[in-house]
């Protein structure tokens, strides 16, 4: 597959793919960390559906998925697209084979599919799938087709084993079938209102249980694949699969039985102590139906695998829970047989990572404690485990309560609502950033909050990322106040220096006029340091939009901004040097004037216009200089560029260097018909400027070029008389009464037909 060549999609089409790819992958992101009514959900969700509505101009949008693209008639996109590779993983993890888009696709259709992706996709399936929940939610306008993994098994059962054995996952492929048949087997085993299993799943599974391997790795599968289920009902799920698996290996392989039960004892060392304590405790307590698989069972869990067991909990949490301990002392009530335990489990510790910390001596005998003296006074209060052991025996609901008014429950759960979380959470972060004294402590803090300002701004939380960035940059004043090490500073540089403005970049396309305000109060708070890297981004930004809008965030770092163009001059992209132009015309001053002459040397006919319009618009003696050196070089390759905006520019701003020009310039050569169009300009333009520099020209002559002479008085004089300023008519009468005589003949001719 990997040396199949697939066309590459049209550029319009691969940006309108794109774009709907980076809004539909935020939004599922947004639903799946905000609640519904939080802003930064429906802020993601209009994106969604103008980035749709764009998609769909054509007509629908019907996309394959494959793990890391998207492809259209069978097309790819030219240039790989991390926001692009990131939805075709979220799709393919739902089991989406192919999706297709209608146009007019109702906000409320987005709004049920993101909430959908933002759920663990195993948790969907147990729920029967996207495509169902889609269809029974009523969302029109969107359709998916998954992929049916039931079709891996074969019906002799080889194909099968080959997909659930690891070692036989040679390729990607490979293992992405493996994946996907795991989720099958482990989904049928969670299927709710199913009683009993199917022949083709017990057989697999009766298969993993003579694997210790494949059979642990079930084990691991069924208790990450919780979804929404408590920990006892997963436990009955899982002994109700474990007693009829051993009901069929008796029943079909009598001589295995045997064999079989060992190592499902030996799997339990893979469980995590809360797990063993519900298997363990409530599936084997008097009266329960699987108390006799389970006292079957942990009789048979020698002492290696009780040190697995324990081994593998304390290397995870790096201590001996008081979770942990009851679960030992449900496994191996006698203190002896304990004892007997921990040589073997000093052995297991010596192999991970736990034994080589300076703290080891410290956690073994904590360890050793546990497994000889045990006792949760510890860990627990004797007030508190009583309230413990009743809580897990009979839970209250909450809502069955009368004692609290309707108003005092609504005002308290507006106060966990995410939306209060989520300020608590900022102003815990700003909290932390102002009373840290410790340095290292800060550290964390500060890796901490930079971590949160980046997850913002993947959400489009950009006034959060805001709150955060100004805690910072207050702390790191205060700091250098106190002549204390500016480490909160040395954050911001680094968060600078990062991928933040790439981050940044991806939304400025869509983003609406008030989220581009946040954007740029974000980064101007970062300060300076962002620069560098921010012209990077611009130089190879080709969305026209977002260049605009970066262009406008580079602006606003002022002198630190106007620096950097140099970076954009040089830009291989023809776009980018077109915004260098506009920064270095927004600049203004001396320093822009030798930059836009060699802009107006551009290889580009456009950016040779633009930097000709600029130098015209500067108005300085610089820009006049440059503006003679580009019109007296007949080589040039922006002078017929130069003088074409010379004569047709409406800029206000050219009036002073069309001034320059018609005062300081001969009406001569190939240059005369130049002069006298800037003579017209001026005249278009007005001004008092205007009229200053043509009266001077209308009075000025060389006797020895009469006819030219009078042609250029001729203009000027007629440009005067385009001006409607009373100082412009009052040039002619001048010139009309005191002139010389060539002077007064044509002051008088434009006098009358004025």
């Not at 073994?364 to 006792?375: C, I, N, P, R």
């Not at 930059?595 to 015209?616: F, T």
Request: net charge negative; aromatic share 4%.
């Amino acid at each position: 597959m990997s040396d199949v060549q697939l066309d590459p999609l049209p550029s319009d089409v691969a940006v309108r793919l794109t774009a709907f790819a980076r809004a539909c992958k935020g939004a599922a992101r947004a639903a799946g960390l905000y609640s519904p009514e939080h802003p930064v959900v429906s802020e993601a969700l209009d994106r969604l559906t103008d980035a749709a509505r764009t998609a769909t101009e054509a007509g629908p949008l019907t996309m394959l998925v494959i793990p890391d693209n998207l492809l259209l008639d069978g097309r790819v996109l030219e240039r790989k697209e991390l926001a692009v590779a990131d939805m075709a993983a979220i799709l393919h993890a739902h089991r989406v084979g192919e999706i297709t888009v209608q146009r007019d696709t109702p906000p409320s259709t987005w709004r049920t599919l993101v909430e959908l992706l933002g759920q663990d996709p195993d948790r969907i399936r147990l729920r029967g799938g996207l495509s169902r929940l889609l269809t029974t939610a009523g969302a029109i306008g969107v359709s998916v087709t998954e992929i049916d993994y039931a079709s891996l098994f074969d019906s002799d059962g080889a194909g099968s084993r080959s997909l659930l054995d690891p070692a036989s996952a040679d390729s990607a492929a490979d293992k992405a079938d493996a994946t996907a048949a795991w989720a099958a087997v482990v989904t049928r085993c969670l299927e709710e209102h199913l009683p009993d299993l199917d022949e083709e799943t017990l057989h697999l599974l009766s298969e993993i249980a003579h694997d210790p391997a494949r059979l642990a790795q079930f084990f691991e599968r069924i208790e990450g694949q919780s979804g929404n289920r408590t920990t006892q009902e997963l436990s009955g799920t899982l002994l109700g699969t474990i007693q009829q698996v051993l009901d069929y290996v008796k029943r079909e392989t009598p001589a295995d039985f045997d064999g079989a039960l060992d190592v499902v004892a030996a799997g339990f060392a893979r469980l995590s102590p809360e797990f063993m304590l519900e298997l363990v405790g409530t599936g084997g307590a008097a009266g329960s139906e699987h108390a006799p698989l389970v006292a079957e069972l942990t009789g048979r869990i020698d002492d290696r695998t009780s040190a697995r067991f324990i081994s593998r909990s304390v290397a995870h949490e790096r201590h001996a829970s008081a979770r942990l301990a009851e679960a030992v002392r449900l496994l191996a009530p006698d203190p002896a047989r304990r004892r007997s335990v921990a040589p073997l489990l000093h052995e297991e510790l010596a192999r991970t990572q736990v034994c080589e910390a300076s703290s080891f001596d410290s956690l073994w005998s904590q360890v050793a404690d546990m497994l000889t003296t045990y006792s949760d006074t510890a860990y627990v209060p004797a007030s508190y485990d009583q309230e413990l052991t009743t809580a897990r025996h009979r839970a209250t609901d909450l809502t069955q309560g009368s004692d609290d008014p309707p108003d005092r429950v609504i005002g308290w759960l507006r106060t966990v609502s995410d939306v209060s979380v989520r300020d608590l959470d900022l102003k815990m972060l700003t909290d932390l950033l102002a009373v840290q004294r410790v340095p290292e402590r800060r550290r964390d803090a500060l890796d901490l909050v930079m971590a949160q300002v980046g997850d913002m701004v993947d959400l489009g939380d950009f006034d959060g990322a805001r709150q955060l960035v100004d805690a910072a940059a207050v702390g790191s004043r205060s700091l250098r106040a106190a002549g204390a090490d500016d480490d909160i500073g040395e954050a911001l540089v680094e968060l600078a220096r990062g991928p933040f403005m790439s981050r940044v970049a991806s939304h400025l396309q869509a983003a609406r006029d008030a989220e581009f305000e946040q954007v740029k109060a974000l980064c101007t708070a970062i300060g300076p340091s962002l620069v560098p890297r921010l012209a990077e981004i611009l130089s190879v930004e080709d969305r026209p939009r977002a260049r605009r809008r970066l262009a406008d965030v580079m602006m606003a770092f002022g002198e630190h901004g106007r620096e950097s163009v140099q970076q954009l001059v040089e830009s291989p992209n023809a776009g980018v040097r077109q915004t260098a132009v506009q920064l270095l015309r927004m600049r203004g001053g001396p320093d822009s004037a030798p930059d836009l002459a060699r802009l107006a040397a551009d290889v580009d006919v456009q950016v040779r216009r633009d930097a000709a319009r600029a130098i015209i618009g500067l108005g300085i003696d610089e820009s006049f200089d440059a503006l003679c050196a580009i019109l007296f070089d007949p080589d040039h390759p922006g002078r017929m560029s130069m003088i074409g905006e010379l004569v047709t520019t409406r800029d206000h701003r050219a009036v002073q260097l069309l001034c320059h020009l018609v005062q300081h310039l001969e009406c001569r050569g190939d240059l005369k018909p130049v002069y006298l169009q800037a003579l017209g300009r001026l005249g278009a333009l007005g001004g008092q400027d205007a009229v200053d520099a043509l009266e001077d020209v209308l009075h000025r002559g060389r006797w020895w070029a009469p006819l030219r002479t009078h042609e250029v008085r001729a203009a000027a004089a007629a440009a005067l008389g385009q001006i409607p300023l009373p100082s412009a008519r009052e040039a002619l009468q001048k010139a009309a009464a005191t002139g010389s005589f060539g002077v007064r003949a044509v002051a008088r001719l434009h006098l009358r037909h004025a």
